[in-house]
C-alpha cells in the first residue's frame, strides 16, 4: 500500500462486540490527511465439536445463529462479511470495501474511509448488531510525508555479534496472532535514504510477544526487484536476524514495495531493539530502539 504520508496512530485498538458466534475488533486506526486506514479482525468462536457431532448438529438445526436486526445497513447488501462504515447522520452511514483475508475461521480487513465521523461497524449474518466505535482525530494532526519524517535511525554498537538466521518463530505466531493485542507505537520511520525507506507500520503488544509490520519502500527509477529491508533483534549483544512470517510484494515502473510482519519475544528491557540495513535501497545498518511499555491492556477475542 503505497503512500505519501507517513500518518498517526490515533485508535490503538480494542474488542468492539462479540457474540455467541465471532468476536469482533478494532486492531488499529491510522490516520493520513483526511483519511482513515482502519484495520479490523475477527475471530470466529472456537469449535471444540468433533465432524461427526458438528454434522449431528446441522442436521438437527441446532447452533443457527440469529441475523442481527438491520437500522443502517440496507434491506439487502451484496456480501457476507465484516461491513464497515461512517456515519453520515443519525439514520444513516456510508459502506466502504475492504482489502479483506479469511480462512474461515480468522478473517483481517482493512478498510479506507473519510475521517471526522464515527465508525460503525455490522455482520447481521453472525449476529453482529450495528455498533458504533469513535475515532477522535486531532484538529492540529501533525502528519508528515515520510521523506520529512523523523528517523530513528542510531549507531551500531561495537562488538555486537551476529546469529545465524532462525526459522519463524510459528508457535508464537500462533499465540500472537489468536490476540487481538494493543498497537503500542508505529507509524515510524527507522531508516531512510534519499529515494528508499523503511517505516514501522506498526508495533502491537500481546500477552504472548509482539507483532510488528514494516514497509520497504525505493521509488528510484533503477529500483530493481529484491528483497525488503534486513531486520536483527539485537538483545544481549548478539543480532539475531529475523525471518518474516508473511508478507507481500509489488513493483511499478519507478517503484519497489516490501510489506513484512514479524514476531519477537516481549523484550526484558523496555524496548524492542532493531538492526535495520537494506543494501539493495542503499541502506547501510543502523540501530532503532523502539520504546515498549511495561504494561499494557492486551485484549482478547475470547477469554
Known amino acids: 500500500m503505497a503512500y505519501e504520508m507517513l500518518g498517526v496512530l490515533v485508535h490503538p485498538g480494542a474488542l468492539a462486540v462479540r457474540t455467541e458466534a465471532v468476536a469482533v475488533g478494532v486492531r488499529r486506526v491510522v490516520a493520513r490527511g483526511r483519511r482513515l486506514e482502519v484495520h479490523m479482525a475477527a475471530r470466529r468462536r472456537p469449535d471444540r465439536r468433533t465432524a461427526l457431532q458438528r454434522q449431528a448438529d446441522i442436521r438437527a438445526g441446532r447452533g443457527r445463529v440469529e441475523p442481527a436486526p438491520r437500522r443502517l445497513l440496507p434491506d439487502r447488501d451484496e456480501g457476507m462479511d465484516l461491513r464497515l462504515g461512517w456515519l453520515t447522520g443519525a439514520d444513516h452511514a456510508d459502506w466502504a470495501f475492504p482489502q479483506q483475508w479469511s480462512d474461515g475461521e480468522s478473517y483481517e480487513a482493512v478498510y479506507e474511509v473519510p475521517a471526522g465521523g464515527d465508525l460503525v461497524l455490522a455482520w447481521p449474518e453472525l449476529g453482529v448488531p450495528e455498533t458504533v466505535v469513535a475515532v477522535q482525530v486531532p484538529a492540529d494532526l501533525a502528519d508528515v510525508p515520510v521523506w520529512d519524517a523523523p528517523v530513528a535511525a542510531g549507531t551500531v554498537p561495537g562488538g555486537l555479534r551476529h546469529a545465524a538466521t532462525a526459522a519463524p518463530s510459528y508457535p508464537l505466531l500462533n499465540q500472537v496472532s489468536g490476540e487481538l493485542g494493543q498497537a503500542v507505537a508505529g507509524p515510524m520511520v527507522l531508516h531512510r535514504a534519499r529515494q528508499s525507506v523503511v517505516v514501522l507500520e506498526h508495533l502491537t503488544v500481546t500477552r504472548y510477544g509482539l507483532q510488528f509490520g514494516v514497509l520497504s519502500r525505493d521509488i528510484s527509477s533503477s529500483a530493481a526487484w529484491s528483497e525488503g529491508a534486513s531486520l536483527a533483534l539485537v538483545r544481549g549483544g548478539v543480532a539475531e536476524e529475523l525471518v518474516s512470517v508473511a508478507g507481500t510484494s509489488s513493483a511499478g515502473r519507478d517503484d519497489v514495495e516490501h510489506q513484512a510482519e514479524y514476531v519477537a519475544p516481549l523484550p526484558a528491557g523496555g524496548t524492542l531493539d532493531l538492526l535495520v540495513s537494506?543494501?539493495?535501497?542503499?541502506?547501510?545498518?543502523?540501530?532503532?530502539?523502539?520504546?515498549?511499555?511495561?504494561?499494557?491492556e492486551s485484549e482478547s477475542f475470547w477469554p
Open 278 to 296: 537494506w543494501p539493495a535501497g542503499g541502506l547501510e545498518p543502523v540501530l532503532v530502539r523502539v520504546p515498549v511499555p511495561d504494561s499494557v
